[in-house]
């Protein structure tokens, strides 16, 4: 379990989280659904580490792996995407394991032929591919996601989102997505915790009743719960 | 594309040839070859030079003491601008030496480095102090270029500190120091000719050329000159390449 308790955060004396607490279980995704600003991403950025908070505590996260899927792919221009790889697992893989690691995991994402590609020869799709093939062969024990299909189109977003799913199922790691796209969270969050405007608070947290295997936005609980995410993005900024 | 480059080679052609005319025609109306003796006198000079053993063994130490030179000032500048760049002490350090190397004649350095060095040190000091700031100043500016996006992956994927600085800074700095190399690379030549002109060590280019002018050898300080502007122009073609190849093996990024 990720406990956060009391969390205080603010920017040049703009808070951006006053007395946050919430929970995320272990090897389930947790979706974090909130307006664009509210401070999604400095959630994750404090649960990485990269940031500190002026208050309160996070707990579950200490001396743990971290797996981070960007917004954008920041992927190293001057490497290929074998060594984009290469160079994140060295210090925590065994050389012999290394290579049959990065192969395997390019080739859960469709990449395997492209591994001596420099980035910038390849779309933005397949270097989304790539980073997320970065961010699962890393042996995180948590892995954060921050937009990560923002960017782009409809069918490139779908079939990223599947090539996640399989991924994902292999380890069941623990996922926290922050995403302002409804559909994405309910595709993708087994939880799905909903913030108010900055600062930010829990306006709601719904588990999702169906398994990855059997989502569709059709399914009729799927529907019922995209009315009650609907109700709390609402209810959030009714809140400010 | 083709046509374009060999009509921009034709005119570069052209343009070297006007030069040469104006020569020709100033040497004729002059009709003094002791100011200004005419080209074809001034390559006859340097052909029978390139036939001399003494010949290469000045053009050869200017080589070296450049190179050295060149080098020296790379590898002091990139530490110090890598340094600056990581610590803003360092930084604060430092800009007000570089600030002062920079404003200080070149002639002030030689006459100084002169009665400080031997002869054969001179215009390697000269030419290291003369490159070190600008080698510095473009690590520096680069260092302040990497990426923080990356910089953030970095420090999420737990890199460590040298392979952030190996995979990540340095090759973020690389254009910056091809800039500089391009920049000192023609400064280079031209510092350490001028020192070796004023400290005379035993084989030089600046040797040859100060002793032609005091023989009033106008032609001979012509081919002297023309060895120098040799030497800038395969340098560059050189650095030309090494940049080239080192662009090829980064997937097209420097």
């Not at chain 1, 505590?57 to 960007?70: D, H, M, P």
């Given at each position: 379990?990720?406990?956060?308790?009391?969390l205080?955060?603010?920017f040049?004396?703009l808070?951006?989280f006053?007395?946050?607490?919430?929970?995320?279980?272990?090897?389930?995704?947790?979706?974090?659904l909130g307006?664009?600003g509210?401070?999604?991403?400095?959630?994750?950025?404090?649960?990485?580490?990269?940031l500190?908070?002026?208050?309160g505590?996070?707990?579950?996260?200490?001396?743990?792996?971290?797996?981070?899927?960007?917004?954008?792919?920041?992927?190293?221009?001057?490497?290929?995407?074998?060594?984009?790889l290469?160079?994140?697992?060295?210090?925590?893989?065994?050389?012999?394991?290394?290579?049959?690691?990065?192969?395997?995991t390019?080739?859960?994402?469709?990449l395997?032929e492209?591994?001596?590609?420099?980035?910038?020869?390849?779309?933005?799709?397949?270097?989304?591919?790539?980073?997320?093939?970065?961010?699962f062969a890393?042996?995180?024990?948590i892995?954060?996601?921050?937009?990560?299909f923002q960017?782009?189109d409809?069918?490139?977003?779908?079939?990223?989102?599947?090539?996640?799913?399989?991924?994902?199922?292999?380890d069941?790691?623990t996922?926290?997505?922050?995403?302002h796209d409804?559909?994405?969270?309910?595709?993708?969050?087994?939880?799905?915790?909903?913030?108010?405007?900055r600062?930010a608070?829990?306006v709601?947290?719904?588990?999702?009743?169906?398994?990855?295997?059997?989502r569709?936005?059709?399914h009729?609980?799927i529907?019922n719960?995209e009315k009650?995410?609907?109700?709390a993005?609402?209810?959030?900024?009714?809140?400010? | 594309m083709?046509?374009?480059?060999?009509?921009?080679r034709?005119?570069g052609?052209?343009?070297l040839?006007?030069i040469?005319?104006?020569?020709?025609?100033?040497?004729?109306f002059l009709?003094?070859?002791i100011?200004?003796p005419?080209?074809?006198?001034?390559?006859?000079?340097?052909?029978?030079?390139?036939?001399?053993?003494?010949?290469w063994?000045?053009?050869g130490?200017?080589v070296?003491r450049?190179?050295?030179?060149?080098?020296?000032?790379?590898?002091?500048?990139?530490?110090?601008?890598?340094?600056?760049?990581?610590?803003?002490?360092?930084?604060?350090?430092?800009?007000?030496?570089l600030?002062?190397?920079r404003s200080?004649?070149?002639?002030?350095?030689?006459?100084l480095?002169?009665?400080?060095?031997s002869?054969?040190?001179?215009?390697?000091?000269?030419?290291?102090?003369?490159?070190?700031?600008?080698?510095?100043?473009?690590?520096?500016?680069?260092t302040?270029h990497?990426?923080?996006?990356?910089?953030?992956?970095?420090a999420?994927?737990?890199?460590?500190r040298?392979?952030?600085?190996?995979?990540?800074?340095f090759?973020?700095?690389?254009?910056?120091?091809?800039?500089?190399a391009?920049?000192t690379?023609?400064?280079?030549?031209?510092v350490?000719i001028?020192?070796?002109?004023l400290?005379?060590?035993?084989?030089?280019?600046?040797?040859?050329?100060?002793?032609?002018?005091?023989n009033?050898?106008?032609?001979?300080?012509?081919?002297?000159?023309?060895?120098a502007?040799?030497l800038?122009?395969l340098?560059?073609e050189?650095?030309?390449?090494?940049?080239?190849a080192?662009?090829?093996?980064?997937?097209?990024?420097i």
């Amino acid at each position: 379990m990720i406990r956060i308790t009391g969390l205080t955060k603010s920017f040049d004396r703009l808070p951006v989280f006053r007395d946050l607490s919430l929970e995320i279980r272990r090897h389930r995704v947790t979706a974090l659904l909130g307006p664009s600003g509210c401070g999604k991403t400095t959630l994750l950025n404090l649960l990485s580490g990269t940031l500190e908070p002026d208050g309160g505590t996070v707990e579950g996260v200490e001396g743990k792996r971290i797996s981070y899927l960007f917004q954008e792919p920041r992927l190293l221009p001057w490497k290929t995407v074998e060594q984009n790889l290469d160079l994140v697992l060295k210090a925590v893989t065994r050389r012999e394991e290394r290579k049959e690691l990065i192969f395997r995991t390019l080739a859960a994402v469709g990449l395997a032929e492209f591994a001596h590609y420099y980035p910038e020869a390849l779309s933005g799709g397949m270097r989304q591919r790539a980073a997320m093939a970065r961010a699962f062969a890393y042996p995180g024990e948590i892995l954060l996601m921050d937009e990560p299909f923002q960017a782009l189109d409809l069918g490139r977003k779908i079939s990223l989102v599947r090539d996640f799913e399989g991924l994902w199922r292999d380890d069941r790691r623990t996922g926290i997505f922050v995403t302002h796209d409804v559909h994405e969270a309910l595709m993708l969050g087994d939880c799905i915790i909903v913030f108010s405007h900055r600062p930010a608070t829990v306006v709601d947290s719904m588990e999702n009743p169906v398994p990855h295997e059997e989502r569709s936005l059709k399914h009729e609980a799927i529907l019922n719960l995209e009315k009650k995410v609907y109700r709390a993005l609402l209810q959030g900024k009714g809140d400010h | 594309m083709k046509d374009f480059i060999s009509k921009t080679r034709l005119i570069g052609f052209l343009s070297l040839l006007l030069i040469l005319l104006l020569w020709k025609l100033l040497s004729f109306f002059l009709k003094a070859d002791i100011i200004l003796p005419p080209p074809e006198k001034a390559f006859t000079v340097f052909l029978a030079f390139i036939r001399r053993r003494a010949f290469w063994a000045a053009v050869g130490a200017t080589v070296l003491r450049g190179a050295a030179g060149f080098f020296l000032s790379f590898i002091a500048g990139t530490l110090v601008g890598l340094a600056a760049g990581a610590n803003t002490l360092v930084h604060a350090f430092i800009r007000f030496p570089l600030q002062i190397i920079r404003s200080t004649p070149v002639m002030s350095v030689i006459l100084l480095a002169v009665m400080w060095f031997s002869s054969d040190a001179v215009p390697v000091f000269v030419a290291f102090l003369m490159s070190f700031p600008i080698v510095c100043q473009n690590v520096l500016q680069g260092t302040l270029h990497v990426d923080p996006a990356l910089l953030e992956m970095a420090a999420v994927y737990r890199l460590s500190r040298r392979d952030t600085l190996l995979h990540i800074s340095f090759p973020a700095v690389l254009p910056y120091l091809g800039a500089a190399a391009t920049a000192t690379l023609g400064l280079t030549w031209k510092v350490v000719i001028a020192a070796e002109v004023l400290s005379l060590p035993l084989k030089a280019v600046g040797t040859g050329m100060q002793f032609a002018q005091i023989n009033l050898e106008a032609a001979e300080v012509f081919a002297w000159t023309i060895t120098a502007i040799l030497l800038s122009f395969l340098s560059e073609e050189l650095m030309k390449g090494i940049t080239a190849a080192v662009k090829r093996k980064r997937g097209g990024k420097i």
